[in-house]
């Protein structure tokens, strides 16, 4: 008998989430309901505001551990598949798919080829997001002696594979060949690399074959998580001097666990077992011991988007994830139902940017602030997330040092009177006399670009222009050189931090990071020349109290110490308005596998890059191999 | 005859001229080249990076010296260049994406021609019965229907429904099945637009033909209707078929654009895509002109063909 549509609800398992949310507010209503009972029958105030407190504070609560819960839901609903499917198998091939186009195969240069980097080549670690953890991958062991120094003992059996320098065993020399070249790819081979990934290295000691010395110009914090980060991949030297010093056009320069078997025209590549990978002297974090489970990957470049979806769901790609991030939540309900389809959820770690043109904007604090104050951010959590969203913050949701929602609400509030009142004083009208404009394009978030626009014009009465973009227009007109950027304001859809959990965020609001691609630079950045002077000397006001409080957190190791810079860092940036704003994101993530596919890694750990991601998951394995 | 096929000859060279230099300047009037498209992945924007991309690809040039450099080498030695982004030598991938485009495109025309003629010729014949309402109505909405959409649905509806792709993944004819498999759908929804026009142009010089004096009179001396139709009213009425055919034809290459993206063909169409999207100039601007090329040589030939068929035009 077909479903009757109401029964499908009717039927559903009522989740812990819901349990939660549901017990926590029905908790919060309690107490307020005692609150007003306990109180004397007087007039005193019985402080609604506290209780509306206690209750946002009860569901913020209840979303934190519905976020937990449902992470551990999920990996004990992974363990019982696991268990079912009869325990690790190995053997099988792993079947990708991917949007985008490579360009090139040098782990120095693009930063866009997470499959063959992650496959072909080691790392000295790995790093997990979600249990902010480092595991050894090239490197057995390390230890850091002083600040500016971290000590590696190599793995005993690392080898490169057969078709690099003739699979020879890869040495400490060779890492510090593979990051020496960092900084010369970056300015002679247009290396997509970003610097902060390399700039903290001063130098390389080598004692021995199997012992690397890391010599640090400052002692970063985020060394450790760095080392994790795709692009610092340890090549062959052999190979790319005899390609002219760069890979771009050479596959097969690394010791990863596999190796390219084929690579096809217009990106079909596959990946076969790297016959000298020798796995690890133990078993850590998502590496085995013995060389992992799957024996190939196979990965098609596929651009339209229903053409991806069918070749998911008929079993042509085992993964159905979104160009950045996950799927919605639309889109995983959908796909709940289908015959084969897991739908894994954890809790999210994106993060998501409005940036100002910092040349356009730094006069005109009150402007500034008037724009901030004129957007409804909690409407755009209802809107775009479907209320299952957070406010978002200079740092990751997942690091520690996050301000609370509370004060993110306090510090970022929406009031559209004062904001039309701040507009008026600062002569808005008169500076932006043809309004504003901002870029639309369709692999970002159309839907939060039209509700910003929409706030704007309704609390502002500003109209605001929003330009369709191609993904090539939309990133040259972003990082397009100073003052001559098409847009006031634009949404930004970023990866970064499902890279790098601690610092990847707050590039985006600091001169040296993507806060100087956006026009917000110091006197001692190196584009200063093109700024007019009248200009910078504000920006410089403005950007340099933001970039030396990131400086001192990037070397402050005292964890509450860094914690307490980071909170005041994030206070200024919200309080100066200038000139990234933070934007509200999910509060989970989704992505879509086949059944077959056993101990994937949760979100966020999911994704890509220093997070591991599942393409370094050696533990992950197929059920019918 | 000979005189107009010179000066249509000579004409070629002229056009193509003037189309590689339309197609230099509006390349570089859109925003943003390879350098900032590369150079701002990075997040901070790096003028060293941009500069050395721009002298690498010859970009800090001035205009007139970066055409003429990429004209004479087209020219002289037949060189569309280098793609700066996958580093592919231009000349070796149009070889290979024109064959997978060209197979897509002529099962198109076959598929245009089964479903335009018998339509248009029964509608006729059939004029003003319900069969002919009835294709007609199929015919408008083969032309109004987009073609994209309904490839859209015919990828995602069988995958949902039962589990199954219409069109697998590219596989050459090394599998010749699953690869006439791959070709036919997408030929199959580019042919419904153009089978649909030509349905409608058969059948309205067919309806033509059926009212004239020689076909009354063939009726007339007792001709069976079969041998009226075939002999007398089918044959004048295809030099029509000429024209769509021919125009079929001269959009083979750039016909099939999105349904090289939709159906992952790995064509010129799904090339010239990834070349927009990287800003990748030197391939847009070689596929443009090589486009042009075979929309000047086709139409033509089919210029030529219409008056060798048809005695009564001269040129």
Redesign the interface.
């Known amino acids: 008998m077909a479903e009757n549509y109401w029964g499908k609800y009717w039927r559903r398992r009522v989740s812990r989430r819901g349990v939660l949310v549901g017990g926590a507010a029905t908790a919060a209503g309690a107490a307020g309901l005692v609150a007003v009972g306990c109180g004397d029958d007087d007039d005193d105030e019985p402080a609604p505001a506290a209780t509306a407190a206690a209750t946002e504070a009860a569901a913020e609560a209840a979303t934190e551990a519905a976020a937990t819960e449902a992470a551990a839901t999920e990996a004990a609903t992974q363990a019982a598949a696991t268990e079912a499917a009869g325990g690790p198998r190995t053997g099988g091939t792993m079947k990708l798919q991917r949007a985008f186009a490579e360009t090139g195969y040098d782990p120095a240069i693009t930063i866009t080829g997470y499959t063959w980097v992650a496959l072909t080549y080691n790392h000295l670690l790995g790093y997990s997001l979600f249990e902010d953890e480092a595991w050894g991958d090239a490197a057995q062991s390390w230890e850091q002696p002083d600040p500016f120094t971290i000590v590696f003992n190599l793995e005993p059996n690392l080898r490169f594979n057969p078709e690099a320098a003739e699979g020879r065993q890869i040495t400490s020399q060779d890492i510090a060949y593979s990051f020496a070249r960092l900084p010369a790819a970056f300015t002679d081979l247009a290396s997509e690399v970003n610097p902060i990934q390399f700039a903290f290295m001063a130098g390389f000691d080598m004692p021995d074959a199997s012992t690397f010395a890391l010599q640090m110009a400052y002692p970063w914090v985020s060394a450790i998580p760095t080392l994790g980060s795709t692009s610092l991949a340890i090549v062959a030297p052999e190979v790319v001097e005899a390609n002219g010093g760069n890979l771009t056009d050479t596959v097969n320069a690394g010791g990863g666990a596999y190796m390219f078997e084929s690579r096809g025209r217009d990106g079909y590549n596959a990946y076969a077992r790297n016959p000298n990978y020798a796995g690890h002297s133990t078993a850590r974090g998502r590496f085995t011991k013995e060389p992992p489970y799957i024996d190939r990957w196979e990965e098609a470049h596929i651009t339209d988007p229903a053409t991806a979806e069918a070749r998911f769901l008929t079993g042509d790609s085992d993964i159905l994830t979104g160009v950045v991030g996950g799927i919605d939540a639309i889109k995983a309900d959908e796909l709940r139902d289908q015959d084969g389809v897991n739908i894994i959820s954890g809790p999210t770690n994106t993060h998501l940017i409005m940036a100002l043109d910092a040349l356009k904007w730094v006069p005109f604090p009150q402007l500034r602030e008037a724009l901030s104050l004129s957007i409804d951010w909690d409407g755009y959590i209802d809107v775009v997330h479907d209320g299952n969203g957070i406010r978002g913050a200079p740092v990751g949701p997942r690091f520690p040092a996050v301000l609370s929602q509370d004060e993110i609400r306090e510090l970022q509030q929406f009031n559209p009177e004062r904001a039309r009142q701040l507009w008026e004083q600062g002569g808005g009208d008169q500076v932006f006399p043809d309004g504003l404009t901002t870029l639309l394009a369709t692999f970002t978030d159309t839907r939060g670009t039209q509700f910003i626009a929409q706030s704007i014009e309704e609390n502002l009465g500003v109209k605001v222009n929003m330009e369709p973009v191609d993904l090539a227009t939309y990133v040259s007109s972003l990082t397009a050189p100073p003052g001559s950027k098409i847009w006031h304001f634009a949404l930004v859809t970023e990866n970064s931090i499902s890279t790098i959990p601690d610092y990847n965020a707050l590039t985006h609001y600091v001169p040296t990071g993507y806060g100087g691609a956006f026009g917000l630079f110091t006197h001692e950045h190196p584009q200063a020349a093109l700024i007019p002077p009248e200009v910078i000397n504000i920006t410089h006001d403005v950007g340099k109290p933001i970039q030396d409080l990131y400086n001192a957190q990037a070397v402050t190791h005292h964890p509450e110490q860094r914690t307490a810079l980071l909170q005041q860092l994030q206070r200024l940036i919200f309080t100066q308005f200038c000139c990234t704003f933070p934007v509200p994101v999910a509060d989970t993530e989704q992505h879509a596998l086949r059944t077959r596919v056993q101990n994937a890694p949760l979100p966020p750990d999911f994704r890509d890059n220093g997070s591991m991601g599942y393409r370094r998951s050696q533990n992950m394995w197929l059920a019918d191999a | 005859m000979s005189s107009y096929i010179v000066r249509r000859l000579l004409l070629i060279p002229i056009t193509l001229f003037i189309i590689t230099i339309i197609v230099f300047i509006f390349m570089r009037a ?4 390879a ?15 941009f500069e ?2 721009r002298k ?1 690809l010859g970009l800090d040039k001035s205009l007139f010296e970066q055409y003429t450099l990429w004209a004479s080498d087209i020219v002289l030695r037949w060189d569309f260049g280098f793609s700066p ?3 592919e030598h231009i000349n070796s991938e149009i070889g ?1 994406r024109v064959w997978n485009t060209g197979q897509v495109g002529l099962l198109s025309i076959v598929f245009t021609l089964l479903i335009g003629i018998p339509v248009g010729a029964i509608s006729a014949i059939r004029s003003g019965r319900p069969i002919d309402y009835g294709l007609r109505f199929f015919a408008v909405l083969g032309l109004s229907v987009p073609n994209f959409w309904l490839a ?1 649905l015919i ?2 509806f ?3 429904w039962w ?3 219409v069109a ?3 596989v050459g004819w090394e599998d010749p099945l699953t690869h006439l498999q791959i070709i036919a759908v997408p030929a199959f929804l580019l042919s419904l637009a153009g089978g649909a026009t030509l349905a409608r142009i058969v059948r309205s010089s067919m309806l033509e033909v059926l009212r004239s004096d020689f076909v009354r009179t063939s009726r007339a001396k007792g001709l069976r209707e079969a041998a009226v139709v075939g002999r007398h009213v089918f044959r004048p009425s295809m030099i029509a078929l000429f024209t769509i055919v021919g125009l079929q034809f001269s959009l083979v290459l750039g016909g099939s654009v999105i349904m090289e ?4 063909i ?1 064509g010129m169409g ?1 090339w010239v ?2 070349a ?4 990748d100039f030197i391939v847009i601007q070689g596929v443009v002109v090589f486009f042009a090329a075979w929309f000047l040589v086709i139409t033509l030939l089919v210029d030529v063909m219409y008056a060798w068929v048809d005695p009564r035009i001269r040129y």
């Open positions: 859109v925003p943003g080249d350098g900032q498209v590369k150079c701002g992945a990075a997040g901070s924007f790096d003028e060293t990076c050395q991309v690498e982004i996958s580093r290979p859209t990828i995602i069988p995958a949902v589990g199954t792709r697998p993944d590219w993206s939709i159906f992952n790995p799904l895509i990834s927009v999207a990287g800003r």
